[in-house]
């Protein structure tokens, strides 16, 4: 499986040529590395950007590169040790280490700096689901969709949350809502998606 939680937009231009596109609109649109190639040459200008530097880590992260990304999320650590963002992007990689306790350390510290932060809830509700503790991945699910409705990867791990306790019609929900988003990454699990969403409806 490829990483999730990276697609929130930072707003901030990313200068490009042509179209002058922020790096982040690139990545929403799935253009990997053109994206890349933005930010490489950002971080030529400003080695030191957290901004870039968490910026690229998503894409490596989508790459499953992630002994590269995880070097630039602890360089961010050592730029910015109390960023909550790039706190939930460490534990992120640390989840996929299958360092578990280490990953939700990060997490909680990540949520004690910025209650909001949606990316620590949907890691928490990912940590719970592996420890299949279904009804607190729901709660952290909610919470993660309530903060960033856009982000796709809060309802598709949501459904499995919600397949796991047998609320069905919920589970049915999520999936409709994840594949309404059009994710651009993640092909098998857009494929996953639809086959079980198209059992759903042939149960009813």
Known sequence: S??????WSFGAAVQRDPGDKTADALLLEGKLDEAKQALTLNLRRQPDSVRYLVLLSRILLIEDEFDEAKKNIQRCLKLAPANAEVLALYGHCLFREGSFAMAETEYQKSLRLDPKQAGAHLGLG????????????VRSFQQAIQLAPQEEDNYFFASEAYGAIKNFPKQIESLEKYLALKPKFNAERVENAKALLTFFRHLE
């Open 2 to 7: 490829s990483a999730c939680f990276v697609l």
């Open 126 to 137: 990912r940590l719970h689901l592996t420890r299949q503790q279904p009804e607190p991945s």
